[in-house]
C-alpha cells in the first residue's frame, strides 16, 4: 500500500454580505478569505451566502440558511467567516455545527502567527493575537470553573480565575510592548543613520508582488510565493548594478482589506519603513480584476499609519499576464504608472531606471573644494555623491559632483574653516 499525505483540513467559507456592498465587491472579498484559507492549509469545500441588512446580536446567518449551514459545516473541520464576529456569534455558531469556528480576523492573525520569522514579527504578532483575545476572554468563562478540579467553587471561582487569566494577559501585552519599544528604538536609530541615503519602500496589497520585484531590483533571495502575507519582515538591500551614490530599496509587508486593527498598530515601527522612504514604489498586481480597491485599501492603510505624505510612483505589475488590449486600457487610465513584470528583465530595467532617475532629479550639482588637510572628506563624497570630475590644484582636490542637497549641505558643512 502506498502511504498518502495526510489530509488537509476541510473548510467551509460563509460570507455575509450586508445592505449596500455590491455584489462584486462581495464576491471578491469571499475569494480572498478563500485564498486566506489555502494559504492556512485549508481546503476549501463550499461556499454559503447570507444577506443581511446588518449582523443581527446573537446570530451570523438567518434561521433558514443556518439549517443550510449546519448541512453543509457536517463534512468540513472548520467554518470561517468572512466577517469580524462577536464571541457570541461565534459560539453560537460553533455549538449550532459542532465545529471550529474562525472569523476573517482570526484566519488573518493565524497565517501572521505561522509566517512571522524574526523576532520582532513574533512579537508583534504575538501582541496582536493577545489584543484579539482579550475582549473574547471575557465571554468564555462559561464552564472555566471545570478547570479547576470539580467546579465547587463555581461561578466565584471561575471568575477569579478569569481574573487572573486576563491580568496574565495584560501583563504579557505590557511586556510585549516594551519589548517592542526597545526593538523600535534599535531600527529608528539604524533608519536615522540611513536618513541622508535614498530609501525607496515597496508597499502594496499582498501578493501584489513586492518581493518578486525586490528580489529583482536588488539581486537579493528575499521569499517569494504564491501566498497571501508571505512576507512579514522588512528586508533592506541596496538597488543593483549599485548606484552611486546607493540607493536602498526595502521590502516589507503587505496590506489586504479589513486588515485588523490591531495589528496595523502593531506592525507599526515595521512599517515606518515605508513612511520615512524618499520615494515609495506603490506595487499593484494589474491581472488582478480588484487591483482598483485594492490601491485604495494599500492608500487608505498607508493614511492610518502616517506613511501617505512620501511621493509615490505607481507600480502594476504582472503585466506578463494581460492581453496588449488590457495593456493599453491600463496605460491610459494610469498615465503616470509603470506597466511591467517582475519576471522580465527588460521591465525591471527600466523600473531601476524610472528610481535612479527620481533621485537624480532631486541632486543638485556642485563643485567643492577639498582641502589636502581635509581628504577625509574626500571618501565621505565618493561615498555619498556622484563625482562627476576631480582635478587637483595647490588647494587642494577639486570635485564636482551630483548629489541630494541634505547631502551637500553637510559636506559644505565639515568643509567650513
Ligand atoms: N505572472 C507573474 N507573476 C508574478 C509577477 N510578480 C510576482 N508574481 C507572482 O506572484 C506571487 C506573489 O509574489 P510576491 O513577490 O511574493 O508578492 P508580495 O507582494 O511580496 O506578497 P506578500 O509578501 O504576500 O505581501 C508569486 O507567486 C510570484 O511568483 C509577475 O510579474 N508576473
Ligand atoms: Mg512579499
Given at each position: ?28 472579498s ?15 469545500r ?83 493575537r ?48 516594551r ?62 548594478p ?37 520615494l ?7 491581472s ?6 485594492q ?8 493614511r ?28 491610459a487610465e494610469?498615465?503616470?504608472a ?7 528583465p ?8 524610472a ?27 565618493h ?35
Amino acid at each position: 500500500m502506498t502511504a498518502t499525505a495526510p489530509a488537509r483540513p476541510r473548510a467551509l467559507v460563509v460570507g455575509v454580505q450586508l445592505q449596500g456592498v455590491d455584489d462584486a465587491e462581495h464576491a471578491s472579498s469571499l475569494t480572498e478569505l478563500s485564498r486566506l484559507a489555502k494559504t492556512l492549509g485549508y481546503d476549501v469545500r463550499a461556499q454559503i451566502v447570507q444577506k443581511r441588512t446588518a449582523l443581527a446580536h446573537g446570530a451570523v446567518v438567518g434561521e433558514g440558511k443556518l439549517e443550510e449551514l449546519v448541512r453543509l459545516a457536517a463534512d468540513v473541520d472548520a467554518v470561517l467567516v468572512d466577517h469580524e464576529i462577536t464571541p457570541s456569534q461565534a459560539r453560537n455558531l460553533e455549538k449550532a455545527t459542532g465545529k471550529e469556528v474562525l472569523d476573517r480576523t482570526a484566519v488573518i492573525l493565524a497565517i501572521f502567527h505561522r509566517h512571522a520569522r524574526s523576532r520582532e514579527a513574533r512579537l508583534q504578532v504575538e501582541l496582536a493575537r493577545l489584543a484579539y483575545l482579550a475582549p473574547r476572554l471575557r465571554d468564555s468563562g462559561v464552564g472555566r470553573g471545570d478547570r479547576q478540579g470539580g467546579g465547587i467553587g463555581g461561578k466565584g471561582a471561575g471568575e477569579s480565575h478569569l481574573e487572573l487569566d486576563r491580568r496574565k494577559l495584560r501583563d504579557r501585552m505590557a511586556e510585549l510592548r516594551r519589548e517592542l519599544e526597545a526593538i523600535a528604538h534599535e531600527s529608528g536609530t539604524r533608519r536615522r543613520r540611513r536618513a541622508e541615503q535614498a530609501t525607496v519602500a515597496l508597499v502594496g496589497y499582498t501578493n501584489a508582488g513586492k518581493s518578486s520585484l525586490m528580489r529583482a531590483l536588488t539581486g537579493s533571495t528575499v521569499y517569494v510565493a504564491d501566498q497571501l502575507f508571505a512576507t512579514l519582515d522588512t528586508t533592506v538591500r541596496a538597488l543593483e548594478p549599485p548606484t552611486r551614490p546607493r540607493i536602498l530599496v526595502s521590502d516589507t509587508v503587505g496590506f489586504i482589506k479589513k486588515l485588523p486593527h490591531d495589528l496595523v498598530a502593531s506592525f507599526r515601527s515595521t512599517l515606518e519603513e515605508a513612511r520615512d522612504a524618499d520615494l515609495q514604489l506603490h506595487v499593484a498586481d494589474a491581472s488582478d480584476p480588484a487591483f482598483r480597491a485594492q490601491l485604495d485599501v494599500t492608500r487608505s492603510v498607508l493614511r492610518e499609519i502616517g506613511a501617505a505624505e512620501a511621493p509615490v510612483l505607481l507600480v502594476l505589475n504582472k503585466r506578463d499576464r494581460l492581453a496588449p488590449e488590457q495593456e493599453a486600457a491600463l496605460a491610459a487610465e494610469f498615465p503616470d504608472a509603470l506597466l511591467v513584470s517582475a519576471r522580465r528583465p527588460e521591465d525591471v530595467s527600466r523600473l531601476r531606471e524610472a528610481i535612479v532617475a527620481w533621485f537624480e532629479r532631486d541632486m543638485e550639482e556642485v563643485e567643492l573644494l577639498v582641502p589636502y588637510t581635509r581628504q577625509r572628506v574626500l571618501s565621505e563624497i565618493h561615498e555619498s555623491c556622484r563625482v562627476l570630475t576631480e582635478s587637483h590644484d595647490e588647494h587642494g582636490t577639486l570635485v564636482r559632483l551630483r548629489a541630494r542637497p541634505e547631502v551637500v549641505q553637510r559636506l559644505r558643512g565639515s568643509l567650513a574653516p
